[in-house]
C-alpha cells in the first residue's frame, strides 16, 4: 500500500530509482574452501603453504530507468602474505 501511495503521489517514483549491486570475485579461481574437502593422494600429511585469501576484485553496478552506472571495479588485495 505505501508503494501505491507513492506512486500516485509522483508518477515520476520509478525514474527516481537506483538499485544496485555488488559481486566479489577470486583472482584465481579458487573457490569456497568451507564447502569442500582435499586429500592428497600420495602423501597427505604434506602440507603446502598458500595463501590464506586469494586476491580479489569487487565490481559494482547500478541501474536505473535511465541508464546503467558502471561497472566499477574495485581490487582487494586481502590475499597478501
Known sequence: MKMKN???KNPEFFNEI???D???FTLFG???KQN???GGIT???VAYQKLLHDGKVDVWC???SKMMIGPFFF?????KL
Open 75 to 79: 581490487e582487494n588485495d586481502s590475499g
Open 22 to 24: 555488488e559481486a566479489h
Open 30 to 32: 579458487s573457490v569456497n
Open 43 to 45: 602423501n597427505p600429511s
Open 18 to 20: 537506483i538499485m544496485s
Open 6 to 8: 507513492l506512486i500516485i
Open 62 to 64: 547500478g541501474i536505473c
Open 36 to 38: 569442500m574437502l582435499f
